[in-house]
């Protein structure tokens, strides 16, 4: 009776024990991942640019737990990186409903090469692991010559990884093998032997297409196993580590029976003497989900059978966790979701000179990007896809695995080959350490917009009935209070790189006439505080050479660029200026305002700085004068207007961008100005879209101009082809880009673009749906 009772105050125990781990297991995780965790991926119109391009993209941003698109971001930053890891340009970008709408100007001179792009938001700064995204893209400058360089495969990269993280002795041990060259793609190698130290082949194995293969040593010995891979008449030789005298491993199988997880906890019979009787824990878990499977060591082989719908979909990370909660083993496997949904393509027809594409995702409302390339493309999206980084690599620290071989066509083998795969991505980036006691807190705000601060340099009374006003060209407008010490702060502004903000005081529906200011923007600069991970190949598979001696004949020729032996002349259409018969602008040079203008001189005042005209700030103002007085009252100022208003104070000027301007109009004599023009005058001229312009005349405080703030949204424009055939428009062209195309609530889809002559196209469509699912579907079409 006393050892009855005995047993079961153990019992008891025990189950207090399995409880309580529960519970403080439960805890650890929802606490770890209460803070939501942003994961962006960019969708480019292409992989491979050229250096007079235009980098289009679409970010998809989704929240980690949820897999769905994450409504609350607004601020994310897209760095450009070469392959030193030497930033390029870093730049803010607005995102509204989970996604952005963006593009990265290529600067002319960029040097070939591969580059990085890294998203990233501040928030992500909190946690322990990198949540940014990296994808590879390439630039060629188009005055280079591609030159493709002899790869050696005699020089291979061998890795090797063991399921459950330890090589054991005297136990049976699953060994993975990844064999690549220096490009860091993998190599098929048949007939790899295993042989021990008396030199008896005791295994063998072959490495797939991907470069990944497995091996099993039965009841392993405390010996030194070798790989011999004959390899180019070569025989390479890579030693296995000594294996471990204590341990146990943890096994999953996932993909052999049907509905069902073969669990195999296995060690050695020094270990199993040490541990036996002890209780276990068996963790699957993705994200802040978890499932428990408990058990007794009680052999020292267990196998356990559960369902397989006690996996998550996608990745799951398995832990083989002692009583004491240390992380024994672990594994990752993956878990192919059911019935997922496939893009169905209905129908395209062509329309003269255009192709009105009809497609569907039954029962689902889907938000898509699509870019349309011709058919040869060099561009390739196998790897930079929306499923690799918002399903897999997220989960990694590692950036050199390549998913998308996988899931072309996923069936069981496939499975199996990719459980290849992650037997060599042995652990998350999410360690378990750091779950148990390491819980991120909310150190770096979740920025929405900028804010603008400062204070009021003057006396400002009756403070209750004053606000402050902020404005600015684009049509923003927003007022604040004014706290007792002057302070102000305007929060959650959406401010366009390089346009000027203005502040009045507002009394009463009557403005002050001066107003001295102090202010500041912030959220504008954040900087990612972990050191960036890529993957650099030791060699190159192309060599870029300076192009002295041809024309660049393999790539695609800009309209209006002429070549004349090894020389490139651009031709000079004459453009038609709207304003030319106006008052006062029949006797002025005329300029319409080109993309080329706009970005030569960024601003109004480098432009007119740039033809005739001494710009300067002094004291806060903007002073404009001509080189020579021709006013006998000694003034150099010229007659400046502003869509006809005439301005007197020239600091609403100050980086008015050019992007904004359609024409300026220069008359240095002031002809039909009279005394007023002497020194000439400036016509300038806005585009008719920007509205809810400020008045100029009423504009008395010192402004604030933007840097750093959000990109402008911009229409795609297509490079000017002088031509879209030929084999350097197969292979480097660009046919379209539409970045939004949404579903009806049926899932249906339509999208028109035009084409240029080519028989067949390649259409790469990514996106989302409202249940969380990622597309990435490539669809060549046929033009008829």
């Given at each position: 009776?006393?050892?009855?009772?005995?047993?079961?105050?153990?019992?008891?125990?025990?189950?207090?024990?399995?409880?309580?781990?529960?519970?403080?297991?439960?805890?650890?995780?929802?606490?770890?991942?209460?803070?939501?965790?942003?994961?962006?991926?960019?969708?480019?119109?292409?992989?491979?640019?050229?250096?007079?391009?235009?980098?289009?993209?679409?970010?998809?941003?989704?929240?980690?737990?949820?897999?769905?698109?994450?409504?609350?971001?607004?601020?994310?930053?897209?760095?450009?990186?070469?392959?030193?890891?030497?930033?390029?340009?870093?730049?803010l970008f607005f995102a509204a409903n989970g996604t952005i709408i963006g593009q990265i100007k290529i600067n002319q001179n960029i040097p070939s090469g591969d580059y990085f792009v890294q998203t990233y938001t501040n928030y992500m700064n909190n946690f322990n692991e990198d949540e940014s995204t990296v994808q590879k893209i390439r630039i060629i400058n188009t005055q280079d010559k591609i030159v493709n360089n002899t790869i050696n495969n005699s020089n291979l990269d061998i890795t090797l990884s063991f399921e459950g993280g330890k090589l054991l002795s005297q136990s049976?041990?699953?060994?993975?093998?990844?064999?690549?060259?220096?490009?860091?793609?993998?190599?098929?190698?048949?007939?790899?032997?295993?042989?021990?130290?008396?030199?008896?082949?005791?295994?063998?194995?072959?490495?797939?297409?991907?470069?990944?293969?497995?091996?099993?040593?039965?009841?392993?010995?405390?010996?030194?196993?070798?790989?011999?891979?004959?390899?180019?008449?070569?025989?390479?030789?890579?030693?296995?580590?000594?294996?471990?005298?204590?341990?146990?491993?943890?096994?999953?199988?996932?993909?052999?029976?049907?509905?069902?997880?073969?669990?195999?906890?296995?060690?050695?019979?020094?270990?199993?003497?040490?541990?036996?009787?002890?209780?276990?824990?068996?963790?699957?878990?993705?994200?802040?989900?978890?499932?428990?499977?408990?058990?007794?060591?009680?052999?020292?082989?267990?196998?356990?059978?559960?369902?397989?719908?006690?996996?998550?979909?996608?990745?799951?990370?398995?832990?083989?966790?002692?009583?004491?909660?240390?992380?024994?083993?672990?594994?990752?496997?993956?878990?192919?979701?059911?019935?997922?949904?496939?893009?169905?393509?209905?129908?395209?027809?062509?329309?003269?000179?255009?192709?009105?594409?009809?497609?569907?995702?039954?029962?689902?409302?889907?938000?898509?990007?699509?870019?349309?390339?011709?058919?040869?493309?060099?561009?390739?999206?196998?790897?930079?896809?929306?499923?690799?980084?918002?399903?897999?690599?997220?989960?990694?620290?590692?950036?050199?695995?390549?998913?998308?071989?996988?899931?072309?066509?996923?069936?069981?083998?496939?499975?199996?080959?990719?459980?290849?795969?992650?037997?060599?991505?042995?652990?998350?980036?999410?360690?378990?350490?750091?779950?148990?006691?390491?819980?991120?807190?909310?150190?770096?705000?979740?920025?929405?917009?900028?804010?603008?601060?400062?204070?009021?340099?003057?006396?400002?009374?009756?403070?209750?009935?004053?606000?402050?006003?902020?404005?600015?060209?684009?049509?923003?407008?927003?007022?604040?209070?004014?706290?007792?010490?002057?302070?102000?702060?305007?929060?959650?502004?959406?401010?366009?790189?390089?346009?000027?903000?203005?502040?009045?005081?507002?009394?009463?529906?009557?403005?002050?006439?001066?107003?001295?200011?102090?202010?500041?923007?912030?959220?504008?600069?954040?900087?990612?505080?972990?050191?960036?991970?890529?993957?650099?190949?030791?060699?190159?598979?192309?060599?870029?050479?300076?192009?002295?001696?041809?024309?660049?004949?393999?790539?695609?020729?800009?309209?209006?660029?002429?070549?004349?032996?090894?020389?490139?002349?651009?031709?000079?259409?004459?453009?038609?200026?709207?304003?030319?018969?106006?008052?006062?602008?029949?006797?002025?040079?005329?300029?319409?305002?080109?993309?080329?203008?706009?970005?030569?001189?960024?601003?109004?005042?480098?432009?007119?700085?740039?033809?005739?005209?001494?710009?300067?700030?002094?004291?806060?103002?903007?002073?404009?004068?001509?080189?020579?007085?021709?006013?006998?009252?000694?003034?150099?100022?010229?007659?400046?207007?502003?869509?006809?208003?005439?301005?007197?104070?020239?600091?609403?000027?100050?980086?008015?961008?050019?992007?904004?301007?359609?024409?300026?109009?220069?008359?240095?004599?002031?002809?039909?100005?009279?005394?007023?023009?002497?020194?000439?005058?400036?016509?300038?001229?806005?585009?008719?879209?920007?509205?809810?312009?400020?008045?100029?005349?009423?504009?008395?405080?010192?402004?604030?101009?933007?840097?750093?703030?959000?990109?402008?949204?911009?229409?795609?424009?297509?490079?000017?082809?002088?031509?879209?055939?030929?084999?350097?428009?197969?292979?480097?062209?660009?046919?379209?880009?539409?970045?939004?195309?949404?579903?009806?609530?049926?899932?249906?889809?339509?999208?028109?673009?035009?084409?240029?002559?080519?028989?067949?196209?390649?259409?790469?469509?990514?996106?989302?749906?409202?249940?969380?699912?990622?597309?990435?579907?490539?669809?060549?079409?046929?033009?008829?």
């Amino acid at each position: 009776m006393r050892l009855y009772s005995l047993l079961l105050t153990l019992l008891c125990l025990n189950l207090f024990s399995q409880n309580s781990n529960k519970e403080k297991i439960d805890q650890s995780i929802l606490k770890y991942y209460e803070m939501d965790r942003e994961n962006v991926h960019l969708h480019f119109n292409k992989t491979v640019y050229l250096s007079n391009e235009t980098i289009w993209f679409k970010g998809y941003i989704i929240e980690k737990k949820e897999s769905k698109l994450n409504f609350q971001t607004t601020n994310v930053f897209v760095r450009l990186l070469d392959s030193n890891k030497t930033e390029i340009l870093n730049q803010l970008f607005f995102a509204a409903n989970g996604t952005i709408i963006g593009q990265i100007k290529i600067n002319q001179n960029i040097p070939s090469g591969d580059y990085f792009v890294q998203t990233y938001t501040n928030y992500m700064n909190n946690f322990n692991e990198d949540e940014s995204t990296v994808q590879k893209i390439r630039i060629i400058n188009t005055q280079d010559k591609i030159v493709n360089n002899t790869i050696n495969n005699s020089n291979l990269d061998i890795t090797l990884s063991f399921e459950g993280g330890k090589l054991l002795s005297q136990s049976d041990n699953n060994i993975g093998v990844s064999i690549k060259n220096c490009l860091g793609k993998g190599q098929k190698i048949n007939n790899i032997e295993v042989r021990n130290s008396k030199n008896i082949v005791v295994n063998n194995f072959s490495t797939n297409q991907e470069g990944f293969g497995k091996f099993e040593l039965k009841n392993t010995e405390n010996d030194i196993y070798k790989l011999f891979i004959s390899n180019n008449d070569e025989t390479v030789i890579k030693e296995l580590p000594r294996p471990l005298i204590e341990g146990i491993n943890l096994h999953v199988n996932n993909f052999a029976i049907d509905g069902k997880v073969a669990i195999k906890i296995s060690t050695n019979e020094i270990s199993y003497n040490k541990f036996k009787g002890k209780n276990y824990t068996i963790l699957i878990q993705k994200n802040d989900y978890a499932h428990y499977v408990d058990f007794n060591l009680d052999s020292a082989n267990k196998d356990l059978l559960i369902e397989k719908n006690s996996l998550f979909d996608g990745i799951n990370i398995i832990r083989l966790l002692d009583s004491e909660l240390n992380s024994i083993s672990e594994r990752i496997v993956y878990n192919q979701p059911e019935n997922n949904t496939k893009i169905n393509l209905i129908s395209s027809t062509k329309l003269k000179d255009s192709i009105k594409i009809k497609a569907s995702i039954p029962g689902r409302i889907g938000n898509f990007s699509v870019t349309i390339l011709p058919k040869n493309t060099k561009s390739n999206f196998d790897n930079n896809n929306i499923y690799n980084h918002l399903a897999f690599k997220n989960y990694f620290d590692s950036n050199d695995l390549d998913y998308s071989y996988y899931f072309k066509n996923f069936n069981k083998r496939k499975a199996f080959e990719l459980d290849l795969m992650l037997l060599h991505a042995t652990e998350s980036k999410y360690k378990w350490a750091n779950i148990l006691n390491n819980a991120p807190k909310a150190i770096y705000t979740f920025d929405m917009g900028l804010n603008v601060s400062g204070k009021i340099n003057q006396n400002v009374p009756n403070k209750q009935n004053t606000k402050l006003r902020l404005f600015s060209i684009n049509g923003l407008e927003e007022y604040s209070s004014i706290k007792d010490d002057n302070s102000f702060e305007f929060q959650n502004i959406m401010a366009i790189d390089s346009s000027t903000l203005y502040f009045s005081l507002i009394k009463k529906d009557e403005k002050l006439e001066s107003l001295g200011i102090y202010s500041k923007i912030e959220n504008n600069n954040r900087k990612f505080l972990k050191s960036i991970n890529f993957f650099s190949p030791i060699c190159q598979e192309l060599i870029f050479t300076k192009n002295i001696n041809d024309n660049n004949s393999e790539f695609p020729k800009m309209e209006g660029v002429v070549e004349l032996k090894n020389v490139a002349i651009t031709e000079v259409k004459k453009i038609k200026l709207e304003r030319q018969g106006e008052y006062g602008n029949s006797m002025a040079k005329g300029y319409k305002i080109s993309d080329t203008d706009a970005g030569t001189f960024r601003d109004v005042l480098s432009f007119i700085g740039s033809h005739g005209y001494d710009v300067f700030q002094q004291g806060g103002e903007v002073i404009i004068r001509a080189r020579v007085s021709n006013s006998f009252l000694g003034s150099r100022t010229p007659v400046v207007f502003l869509d006809n208003i005439q301005l007197f104070e020239f600091t609403y000027l100050l980086n008015l961008s050019l992007n904004d301007v359609d024409e300026i109009y220069i008359n240095k004599r002031g002809y039909g100005m009279g005394n007023d023009g002497s020194n000439g005058s400036i016509r300038i001229y806005t585009k008719k879209m920007i509205a809810n312009k400020p008045n100029p005349n009423q504009i008395k405080s010192k402004p604030i101009v933007v840097k750093n703030g959000f990109q402008p949204y911009m229409e795609f424009e297509n490079p000017k082809y002088a031509t879209f055939q030929g084999e350097s428009f197969e292979n480097y062209g660009t046919v379209n880009w539409i970045s939004n195309i949404y579903t009806n609530e049926n899932g249906d889809f339509e999208f028109s673009t035009p084409f240029f002559g080519q028989k067949e196209l390649t259409l790469n469509i990514q996106g989302i749906d409202n249940k969380g699912q990622l597309y990435n579907e490539t669809i060549n079409i046929e033009v008829k």
